[in-house]
């Protein structure tokens, strides 16, 4: 009694409560959420997730997020404070998303699922693979110049750009991104034939909800011209994943 009468124990402090946020604060948060998503899809419960041990690998490579995440912020840095971006990497090989950004909030709204996003040029691509498809050549040449009225509607380059002259290449013109080609080439080829190539490399018909994809939202339906400049909305992930 005397010994432990003199012993001086040390002071225990409280428990920490549990950080159930953990892992879901920053840009990666919205990466849980996806992965949370695919796993209920696959029938694994949150309460599986959280009591059974499970160990979840994603094909997310560090390296590549980080680059993600990095170039988005450098792209807005100077740019007006209303504007938003989302970057999303696929692995052609395998489908795997290396990295994905669709905002700062892991807890607010994901960008790279948006649904009212104009792809704008990068959709050209679907032009080219349409033409491509249909016989024409990369070496096939059209007037380049800025601006032009075709089938009526007056269409001009980024910047009021020149481009490459009155016989620009398809292969030039997608490297300088020419409106004016690539608007006449889809007047050519066929808007619907843009949508059916883009629907095949993976862009899907309907949005999560319903909505139809790459149409007119008027009771025919159909596509215009405008889709070969990427007019129509498409979610990031969609677009990454094609």
Do not use: W
Not at 120 to 127: E, I, P
């Amino acid at each position: 009694p005397a010994d432990r009468a003199v012993q001086v124990y040390p002071t225990v402090s409280a428990p920490k409560p549990a950080d159930v946020s953990a892992g879901t604060q920053g840009a990666n948060g919205l990466i849980v959420r996806q992965v949370q998503a695919e796993l209920e899809a696959l029938q694994i419960s949150p309460q599986q997730l959280n009591t059974e041990g499970l160990q979840i690998t994603t094909t997310i490579d560090p390296k590549t997020q980080s680059a993600a995440v990095d170039a988005a912020k450098k792209t807005l840095a100077d740019q007006p404070q209303n504007l938003r971006t989302a970057v999303v990497s696929v692995d052609p090989r395998t489908g795997g998303v290396r990295a994905y950004y669709g905002g700062d909030d892991g807890n607010g709204f994901d960008r790279a699922q948006a649904t009212s996003l104009p792809p704008g040029s990068t959709f050209k691509v679907f032009d080219l693979a349409t033409a491509l498809k249909q016989g024409t050549p990369l070496n096939k040449t059209y007037d380049g110049s800025s601006p032009q009225t075709i089938s009526g509607q007056k269409i001009s380059n980024s910047d009021g750009e020149d481009g490459c002259g009155t016989t620009c290449s398809l292969s030039e013109a997608l490297k300088e991104s020419l409106n004016t080609v690539y608007y006449r080439l889809t007047t050519e080829i066929g808007s619907q034939a843009v949508a059916d190539t883009a629907h095949a490399a993976g862009i899907p018909l309907e949005f999560p909800g319903g909505q139809k994809t790459l149409v007119e939202l008027n009771p025919f339906g159909l596509p215009k011209a405008g889709i070969g400049l990427g007019a129509y909305p498409v979610r990031p992930i969609d677009m990454a994943a094609s």
